[in-house]
T-cell receptor, first 115, second 112 residues
Framework: DTAVSQTPKYLVTQMGNDKSIKCEQN?????MYWYKQDSKKFLKIMFS???????INETVPNRFSPKSPDKAHLNLHINSLELGDSAVYFC??????????????FGPGTRLTVL | GDSVTQMEGPVTLSEEAFLTINCTYT??????LFWYVQYPGEGLQLLLK?????DKGSNKGFEATYRKETTSFHLEKGSVQVSDSAVYFC???????????FGKGTMLLVSP
């Protein structure tokens, strides 16, 4: 069983469109994250949710709206897509939000290409 | 704020060579330190971690020691294999939250 899964794996779309990426974890974790990896492989936290509540929002444009319908899911909706949004988006989860022992488990990534 | 600095890549080695990837960090508190590995086309996997000064993390022949005095967490392996070719990320986690701050990644290419 896949611990953290994301759909779709690849997403190609036009500028100005709205798209969503879905993430599900079956580990029973309380905390989920979205990271963005740019073309130079640099990874940066975008959001984190704990028990469906937004905990961290790292200066991400408000075109990006995460939604957590339950603890096992954290979806990412992006409005009015721009060329600069092209990247690989990784979902991750951990047992809890705090503490040094929490290992984060990553999904396989969604490669978004905006044309 | 917190930051992680890794050596630039790619690092190109022959099989069975010794590997060192340097990592230094800046943090206000006492972070936990991690090495993650990303194989081509895959997500990140935790390779090893250390949660306090002088701890040594180890896994699959890789080792790293948490050095508070030099704020470093260098990754080493005595004999690399072709299958170790991947991008390696050093990261830290502040004690307050589990959110990871990553370095820019170092690509390792191992040739037969």
């Amino acid at each position: 069983d896949t611990a953290v899964s994301q759909t779709p794996k690849y997403l190609v779309t036009q500028m100005g469109n709205d798209k969503s990426i879905k993430c599900e974890q079956n580990l029973g974790h309380d905390t989920m994250y979205w990271y963005k990896q740019d073309s130079k492989k640099f990874l940066k936290i975008m959001f984190s949710y704990n028990n469906k509540e937004l905990i961290i929002n790292e200066t991400v444009p408000n075109r990006f709206s995460p939604k957590s319908p339950d603890k096992a899911h954290l979806n990412l909706h992006i409005n009015s897509l721009e060329l600069g949004d092209s990247a690989v988006y990784f979902c991750a989860s951990s047992q809890d939000i705090a503490g040094p022992y929490n290992e984060q488990f990553f999904g396989p990534g969604t490669r978004l290409t905006v044309l | 704020g917190d930051s992680v600095t890794q050596m630039e890549g790619p690092v190109t080695l022959s099989e069975e060579a010794f590997l060192t990837i340097n990592c230094t960090y800046t943090a206000t508190g006492y972070p936990s330190l991690f090495w993650y590995v990303q194989y081509p086309g895959e997500g990140l996997q935790l390779l090893l971690k250390a949660t306090k000064a002088d701890d040594k993390g180890s896994n699959k022949g890789f080792e790293a020691t948490y050095r508070k005095e030099t704020t470093s967490f260098h990754l080493e392996k005595g004999s690399v294999q072709v299958s170790d070719s991947a991008v390696y990320f050093c990261a830290l986690s502040d004690r307050g939250y589990s959110t990871l701050t990553f370095g820019k990644g170092t690509m390792l290419l191992v040739s037969p």
